[in-house]
């Protein structure tokens, strides 16, 4: 099971600025000290090894969107903020080599960040294609058509043509989609947000986002525990570090970093994957919010655990399970 990150922006997609790509250039130059390379072979090896992630890459700025099997026979898609976009560009080029026309897409709640690339989603025109949207909200179709309303956007959503279902789920209940055992489980977050379980061929991969966890009452966590236990990977909602968490951005319904590597190591997850980033941090604040958490995890991580692997999600990023 092969896990794509498409949209890892929390809240609000966000550009890079020429002066963030100016401080790139400038570090690069600066790492390069003036030494000659010898072909483009040689200047690709510096930057793989060289350069750290915030100088030679970025997260990218697309809001929520995660692709679960990559090779499932029918595409199977968390949320549709802005990085549902560029998934649909990409996935019409994959149905001749063996997809269906199918696209599941589970959501975690109509926050604008979750639903926003929905009319940029060229598959939703076709009428060859049929798109089957999943979740816990009972209003989902509503929310839909009411963010292509006039006078906010110009195609409402009956324009576009692509067949168009919507399934409520239960939490407690098990699903079989295109071949994978579902689950969801209801979060801390306004409005409710639901979080994902997805097991196929002994793999699991867990989409948690949007959902408030505090330090202090981990007492009230069991449920999630249990809903995590022993996943491959679970990208979770660190949108902010616990100095932010417990002081200015408690009650704004999502999690600190050293929350979902404590959830994490209870439940024996193998890979913690950083996720809903806050579009105030730059590539180097993430960067370094992104080593922190993997210094946390060393400090307490328990007798009887594993190592939990602390990735941390950027647009493009793939996760093999
Ligand atoms: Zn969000
Ligand atoms: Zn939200």
Not at 89 to 94: A, E, M, P, T, W
Not at 197 to 206: L, P, Q, S, Y
Not at 278 to 291: A, C, M
Request: proline share 4%; glycine share 8%.
């Amino acid at each position: 099971m092969k896990t794509k990150i498409w949209g890892c922006r929390g809240s609000l997609p966000t550009a890079i600025e020429a002066t963030s790509v100016k401080t790139k250039v400038f570090d690069a130059l600066k790492a390069a000290n003036g030494r000659n390379f010898a072909d483009d072979t040689a200047i690709e090896d510096f930057m793989g090894t060289e350069l750290d992630f915030p100088t030679a890459g970025t997260y990218g700025g697309n809001s929520s969107c995660v692709e679960i099997n990559t090779d499932a026979e029918e595409f199977m898609v968390c949320d549709m903020g802005s990085g549902l976009r560029g998934f649909g560009i990409d996935s019409l080029g994959r149905v001749a080599a063996g997809h269906e026309r199918i696209y599941n897409i589970f959501l975690s709640h109509p926050h604008w960040d979750h639903i926003m690339g929905f009319p940029f989603f060229v598959p939703a025109f076709d009428p060859r294609n049929t798109i089957r949207i999943y979740g816990g909200h009972d209003d989902i179709e509503w929310v839909l058509r009411r963010q292509q309303q006039d006078p906010c956007f110009p195609v409402p959503l009956d324009f576009m043509g692509a067949k168009r279902e919507f399934i409520h789920m239960e939490p407690g209940t098990d699903y079989e989609v295109a071949g994978h055992k579902v689950s969801l489980v209801e979060q801390y977050h306004h409005g409710t947000s639901y979080g994902y379980r997805f097991e196929k061929d002994g793999k699991t991969a867990v989409y948690s986002t949007d959902s408030e966890h505090k330090l202090e009452e981990m007492d009230k966590e069991q449920r999630f525990v249990d809903f995590f236990d022993q996943a491959d990977v679970v990208i979770f909602d660190t949108m902010y570090s616990l100095a932010d968490a417990i002081s200015v951005k408690e009650d704004w319904g999502h999690s600190s970093n050293a929350v979902a590597v404590d959830l994490c190591h209870l439940a024996k997850v193998k890979r913690l994957c950083m996720f809903h980033h806050e579009p105030v941090y730059d590539d180097r604040t993430i960067f370094e919010l992104h080593n922190e958490t993997i210094r946390y995890e060393e400090l307490m991580r328990l007798d009887d655990t594993a190592p939990l692997e602390v990735l941390c999600a950027y647009d493009g990023m793939e996760i093999d399970l």
